[in-house]
């Protein structure tokens, strides 16, 4: 459905947009800004972090012991121990299918001698030292952690952000937030994977993800005007900040939408304004497909928000800043007559179309959560 448009010099500029799931595909190696599945978060963060609890109970975390059960001399709390990609998988043949992941921790985590004891288990991704941006600190347990697995915790999207050219690359700061829990968990449960036999045996639990951000990309359409180099694209009017809540209990779902929530009550304004340089030349032969305005690692990822009349952000536009041996810039609305919204783990992916007229159009692509044991 057409979303906007406005008279360009004689011909018309669109702004539209079609809703699909999005597309887990693997990306290559990246940075921050990419989007994180399966295949690429041992290459991009390289790392994520893990509490577990003893009962659920958030002032007993589970502590290093050896295999007997008994506490080291000097255990360390399991809070916010960082599990690095373990790209040497285990010998036993049975494990073949599953990518491991183990602390970097020197001491080793054990299920409590007493099977029927639940542990509660918080994650998440990016940790701190991996974001690149000042404005993600990543979790703490006596902050964001909450009883029944739930996750909560504030977030500001990075502006403002510039490279070496002092030119605007804000979507390469912005990292792709993951979050999971998984409460009252027992060793006898049936969702315990257990490997091998005898002295070697071991058994995994299993972490789905969630994305608790949208991620907004652009592409550029095979017929488009062939003279046009697209300089940059700004999003603005939009929310900067909010509360998000993660509630394993919400749903049986399997999707980013169906456990995780945004609140704007203590957010007052529509602030946010994110820009990314791309200085795109649209190639002199028309390419077969519509070819990515920028790289993976320029995905916006940004706060979900409804849109139109009654929206979170009523007033969110788009502008293109483009030259066609003039510069120009051109505003649309990012949103229908009625109402849009763009939700957690979904992709919205614009395409800029027409060889006389200059359109956007919009899309998602397929969303799977993923798995890392």
């Not at 996750?151 to 605007?168: A, C, G, H, L, Q």
């Not at 706060?303 to 009523?314: E, H, K």
Request: contains cysteine.
């Amino acid at each position: 459905h057409v979303v906007d448009s406005i008279e360009l010099e004689g011909n018309t500029l669109y702004l539209t947009c079609t809703i699909t799931d999005i597309d887990e595909s693997a990306e290559p190696a990246a940075t921050r800004g990419t989007i994180i599945s399966t295949d690429n978060l041992s290459s991009v963060y390289g790392q994520f972090n893990v509490s577990a609890y003893v009962n659920g109970n958030l002032s007993t975390p589970l502590t290093e012991t050896d295999k007997g059960g008994n506490a080291l001399t000097s255990p360390a709390s399991y809070v916010n121990i960082p599990y690095v990609f373990d790209k040497t998988y285990t010998d036993d043949a049975s494990s073949a299918t599953y990518k491991l992941w183990k602390t970097s921790s020197t001491g080793s985590f054990h299920w409590p001698l007493d099977q029927n004891v639940p542990l509660t288990f918080y994650a998440y991704a990016p940790t701190s030292a991996y974001t690149g941006t000042d404005s993600w600190a990543g979790l703490t347990p006596a902050n964001n952690f909450k009883t029944g697995g739930v996750i909560e915790f504030d977030y500001t999207v990075p502006t403002n952000k510039t490279n070496s050219s002092s030119k605007r690359v804000d979507a390469e700061y912005q990292p792709d937030i993951l979050v999971t829990s998984i409460p009252s968990i027992k060793r006898t449960d049936s969702n315990i994977i257990n490997v091998g036999e005898g002295s070697t045996a071991f058994c995994i639990v299993p972490l789905t993800f969630y994305h608790a951000l949208a991620a907004v990309d652009f592409k550029v359409g095979a017929d488009l005007k062939r003279d046009i180099t697209i300089n940059s694209l700004k999003l603005f009017g939009l929310k900067a900040s909010g509360k998000c809540t993660f509630d394993p209990s919400a749903t049986t779902g399997s999707q980013s939408a169906d456990y995780i929530s945004w609140d704007f009550t203590d957010v007052t304004d529509n602030t946010g304004s994110y820009c990314q340089t791309y200085d795109y030349e649209v190639p002199a032969t028309a390419p077969a497909t519509d070819p990515a305005l920028g790289s993976a690692s320029q995905t916006f990822m940004l706060i979900p928000q409804t849109f139109g009349p009654s929206g979170d952000a009523p007033e969110a536009k788009v502008t293109i800043t483009y030259n066609d041996t003039y510069a120009r810039t051109k505003t649309v609305s990012l949103h229908a007559t009625g109402s849009m919204a763009w939700l957690p783990g979904k992709k919205y992916t614009y395409t800029i179309t027409g060889s006389l007229d200059l359109k956007l159009t919009g899309g998602l692509g397929p969303y799977e959560p993923g798995w890392w044991d």
